[in-house]
């Protein structure tokens, strides 16, 4: 997520298109001036996230990541969120991001 400005519109259309139960999976470099704004947005609409960081071996040889160094520099990451299940959450409870 580039900018934290789509946060909430972002948050909003992943919660219109993903089943309960569904899985959002996003890679990104490190340092996307939304990114943690993005993830704390969706733990707080219940959605369970975790991040996991990128072997940088598996970014060597690909041609827009240059060298070795290049690689080392800008780590990417893993995003995984998963959209609560309806069924988790209290008896008239519906939680959802509201875009602005």
Known sequence: VYSSGCVAALAACLSSLLRDGGT???AYP????GQQLFRRTLEA?????????LEPELLRS????GDAEEVAAHP??????VRPARDTLRSGEERTVESR
Do not use: I, T
């Not at 609409?45 to 960081?53: L, P, V």
């Open 24 to 26: 959002l999976l996003q």
């Open 30 to 33: 490190h340092g996307r001036h």
């Open 45 to 53: 609409a219940g959605w369970q996230c975790a991040e996991e960081r």
């Open 62 to 65: 690909c041609a827009h990541q």
């Open 76 to 81: 990417f990451f893993v995003l995984r969120a």
